[in-house]
């Protein structure tokens, strides 16, 4: 089996760099956890190994796969989501450029470029990336380097038109970047839609169990550095820069975190598409419950983005956002559910419910991107359906509602 096998992505998933161990035939590829590999003289390496930050045959396995799975050109896998957008922000951005990011990004992403960047010279505008009008409008021409797009966003669930952004971001000779966690590559590909790069948090829908933090970026094939801007190594490659950083820096994935997370792909597609199909009947049942003022559904006729989100998804994620019309009221649903968790993070086999005002977007509470404090996240499991609705009735059910709580915008 070469490294790179073809066939369609269910194929890919099980296949892509994870060709039996040469050494011994195992079926499924070792977790090497060393530090360091023999030479067999000064310098001569027995399979290009050397040095753990600088590669490992765990982490390789799954960089291959990922790049395999997005239709990229070479996949990176990182500590963290967070570490995997650090190093490819810093690969690609200077002292005195320009980020847009979306209105309502990942607070952590939100943090990492208004606060950890900023004092470094970057600075940042924020738009709503489902208007690309208004995303051309918050560009400096000759400055912006980067366009960072999350669709669907979290945790308003947004749908961003990426080819639409693709054409505003290289109209200003800037790269467009997009962040497919909650979509996974199962239903969402934005490299063939434009975009230079992809970052995930591969802690959620591609490692999938709730067991490992991870983070990944993958490049499209011959996407070059904004502004005609030249790497550490003399290269103008986006890839080699982001290789030149993740030794450089150095905030690689350990081979057990890169095995655990590829055990996780591995039934990527199964598993997206069952998350779909729960969401959906979850958003339903929801919409037509009396003490639930919207629901944030791509995959609801009435959603915004439905149709651009038709047209680039194959399928609509776990996620599913809804309002219950005054903030208590949201914290007491989000207490009473016994089979959805009360938890942060999101993609993993068992359903989770939390509120984003007081929990994951707490960073950016008071700023631009605050979310509404009676909204409520769900990250629909893997559970029988029935046994889901009936936790979500039995915890709404629980909490008073009064006529003069709905709002006008009920789908
Ligand atoms: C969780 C998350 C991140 C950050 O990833 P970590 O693995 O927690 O560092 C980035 N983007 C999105 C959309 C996320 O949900």
Redesign the pocket.
């Known amino acids: 089996m070469s490294p790179h096998p073809g066939g369609g992505p269910a194929t890919r998933a099980i296949h892509a760099g994870q060709e039996p161990d040469p050494a011994t035939g195992a079926v499924v590829p070792p977790i090497y956890l060393t530090s360091t590999f023999r030479q067999d003289g000064v310098g001569t390496l027995r399979a290009g190994y050397e040095y753990s930050r600088s590669g490992n045959p765990t982490r390789d396995a799954l960089q291959v796969a990922l790049a395999s799975l997005e239709g990229g050109d070479r996949g990176f896998a990182f500590a963290?989501?967070?570490a995997a957008e650090d190093t490819l922000a810093r690969a690609l951005l200077r002292p005195g450029s320009h980020v847009v990011l979306p209105s309502d990004a990942?607070g952590?992403?939100w943090r990492l470029f208004a606060r950890a960047l900023a004092p470094w010279g970057v600075d940042h505008s924020v738009a709503p990336m489902d208007d690309p009008d208004a995303v051309a409008a918050a560009v400096r021409p000759g400055r912006t380097a980067l366009i960072w797009v999350?669709t669907p966003t979290?945790p308003l669930l947004t749908i961003a038109d990426i080819r639409a952004l693709s054409d505003v971001a290289h109209a200003a000779d800037a790269l467009l970047v997009v962040?497919n966690?909650?979509a996974s590559p199962a239903l969402q590909q934005p490299l063939a839609l434009g975009a230079d790069a992809v970052v995930h948090?591969t802690?959620?829908y591609i490692g999938g169990h709730s067991d490992v933090?991870?983070?990944a970026v993958v490049t499209a094939h011959g996407a070059l550095l904004p502004h005609g801007a030249v790497g550490p190594d003399g290269s103008r490659s986006l890839a080699d820069a982001v290789a030149f950083g993740q030794n450089a820096s150095g905030a690689v994935a350990g081979p057990f975190d890169a095995w655990l997370t590829l055990r996780g792909l591995r039934t990527l597609g199964v598993r997206m598409r069952q998350h779909g199909i729960n969401a959906e009947a979850v958003a339903r049942h929801l919409a037509r419950h009396p003490s639930v003022t919207q629901v944030l559904f791509p995959g609801l006729p009435g959603h915004p983005g439905h149709d651009v989100a038709r047209r680039q998804m194959s399928g609509w994620s776990g996620m599913v956002s809804f309002r219950v019309g005054d903030a208590r009221r949201a914290r007491e649903v989000a207490g009473r559910t016994r089979l959805f968790t009360l938890a942060e993070s999101?993609g993993g086999v068992e359903s989770l419910i939390e509120v984003p005002a007081a929990m994951t977007h707490a960073s950016v509470a008071g700023s631009e991107l605050a979310v509404p404090d009676d909204l409520i996240r769900l990250s629909v499991g893997l559970e029988d359906i029935d046994d889901l609705l009936e936790d979500l009735s039995v915890a709404l059910d629980a909490v008073p509602t009064y006529p003069s709580d709905r709002s006008e915008d009920q789908p």
């Open positions: 963290s989501g967070l990942y952590g992403t999350e979290n962040d966690t909650f948090s802690t959620k933090v991870g983070g999101l």
